[in-house]
């Protein structure tokens, strides 16, 4: 048996979801032999065969191919800045949302940023934004791993806020997906409990659905 | 460009789905040594060495460390652009340009088969604002392909003709993964991913390296095999945040591309390249990519593979490897691209062959929905 390290319990619940094409089941294929078309390209090329090949096949007919399962899970705090502090705690305290506009191009960035990337200068005022917005882009997704939020099937959009510049990346939820088209309006939904994360707002819902 | 710099040698793994006898190091030596031998040069003769390697597919930092016995680079300069292979022969290409040295060695490698693909490429978005939502490379690819679809009214039957013309074409390519024969229903009927990126609209996940050696001029001159050219390079990046850009577009690939044919004196894509290898991660990214390359204008990709002109024996071939879509090694994907188009312009291409190409295009991607774009121009 191939050994494999003592995880914790968590590890259980480690989904190795969405592969997509999963390997076969049973003991692994041994390496395909050169085919014709193979050796051709070889020999036109002058190349020496795959190493293995050169191999004396006996003791590779014998070689369990051996896997080691781990995990990383290394603990980081980010700093997230003077600008987006204030972008979560207007969100956190007063469910207000943000952006910050650059007075050379007028870009009101949503989220908000200290610095334009195109202008390469300090952006200037703070512009409230929303709180609803129109639906730029959409997926409905139908796969299911650990990190998403909600379970498949479920969306995401790409929201204009109104009175800002650029798309806020967000969930959208309690809506009939088969209905979402871009272009729609939408309006944030607020936790209760509210941290100062982008999770303050649970999703974005569209306006007037129910 | 100052001095002409060439490709003198290639090599190629197979791509496959769990190279599971093989070690990254065991991968990168054997792309290696492939292209060693194709370059008639001995590992002494090559002066310095760029890995294409990403520390967090590989599980480890300083990823290029971690495989330089694999490569020869014992008492040489090896540096790692963590990226797309387009981006790591750029690199290498300037350390030679620079006057420093005649000769890179260019070698990418991962294996996807080792991680969770999407917890990795989760991963690439920010942490404070994005990463918490658990969007991945494929539900942010179905934004760009959303808003793409609808402003150019580009169909998903469009887009899975991609899928079956670069499946079909794998069967001629042996390092290939994916050979199938599709039909445009069948592609229609895969299982939905992120809408309207069906199972098979999206690229596999795959193993495998590559390697591409580079010299200046008066080294090429003596190597074996006619030398192919670097006739124009270019590459730009798009902003990061997904919400900054116009996704329907490809702002910065239409800029890589200007300055890559600047250099090579392309007027006329269409007429002047012979084949073009290009980076379909996805089947609407090949009709996308095809418009910001010029090969059609904006909106038109959908027709232009209806046309059947990128098909093998079309006027402008289209991934006659197979494409991503039939192996996608990330980080070595963009290198393959260059390698297949060395041996389509060398005349080794085999089965795949466009006959008489005298001019490539290979393309590479980094990030998210194109965030940006690295474009080879190459010649014999």
Known sequence: ???????????????????????????????????????????????????????????????????????????????????????????????????????????????????????????????EVGPEGTLQTFTVVRYSHELQPMAAPFAYGIILLDRASTGLVHL?????????????????VFREERSGTILDIAYFRPVGSR | MTERVAIVGVGQTRQERNKV??????????????????????????????????????????????????????????SCVEGDGTFAAFYGMTRILSGAYDTTLVVAHSKGSESVSSHITNAMFDPLYVRALGLDAISSAAFQAR?????????????????????????????????????????????????????????PISDGACAIILARESAARKTPKPPVWVRGVGYCADAYHLGDRDLAECAALVQAARKAYDMAGVRNPRKQLDVVELYDAFTYQELLWTEGLGLCGPGEGGRLIESG????????????????????????AGLVRIAECVLQLRGEAGERQVKGARTALAHGVNGPCGQSHCVWVLGV
């Not at chain 2, 169909?155 to 069967?171: D, I, P, R, T, Y």
């Open chain 2, 147 to 203: 808003r793409y679809m609808d402003r150019y009214g580009v169909s998903e039957e469009q887009c899975a003709l991609v899928s079956v013309k670069n499946h079909g074409n794998a069967f001629r390519n042996p390092y290939a993964q994916l050979p199938l024969r599709l039909t445009v229903q069948d592609v229609l009927q895969s299982r939905m991913l992120a809408d309207p990126i069906k199972l098979l609209d999206a690229s």
């Open chain 1, 172 to 188: 959208i939820g309690d809506t009939d997906l088969a209905a979402l088209r871009a272009g729609i309006r939408l309006a944030p």
């Open chain 2, 309 to 332: 002109a990128t098909q093998l024996e079309g006027d402008i071939p289209v991934n006659p490897s197979g494409g991503l879509l039939s192996a996608h090694t990330v980080i070595a």
């Open chain 1, 1 to 127: 048996m191939p050994p494999l390290v003592n995880l914790p319990k968590e590890a259980a619940h480690f989904n190795l979801a969405l592969q997509l094409h999963k390997p076969e089941h049973g003991p692994p294929q041994r390496p395909p032999k050169i085919d014709n078309a193979q050796a051709r390209i070889y020999s036109e090329a002058h190349l020496t065969p795959n190493r293995r090949d050169t191999m004396s096949a006996d003791w590779l007919s014998n070689v369990e191919p051996m896997v080691y399962k781990s995990r990383i899970k290394v603990p980081y705090t980010w700093s997230v800045g003077e600008t987006g502090s204030r972008f979560f705690v207007e969100l956190r305290d007063n469910k207000r949302l943000f952006g910050k506009r650059c007075a050379g191009c007028n870009t009101v960035y949503v989220p908000p940023r200290k610095m334009c990337g195109r202008c390469f200068r300090d952006t200037d005022d703070w512009v």
């Open chain 2, 21 to 78: 006898y093989d070690t990254f190091a065991d991968m990168v030596y054997e792309a290696t040594t492939l292209a060693l031998a194709d370059a008639g040069l001995s590992i002494d003769q090559i002066e310095n060495v760029v890995s294409a390697s990403n520390d967090f597919w590989d599980g480890r930092t300083i990823s290029s460390m971690a495989i330089n016995d694999a490569c020869g680079s014992y008492d040489k300069n090896i």
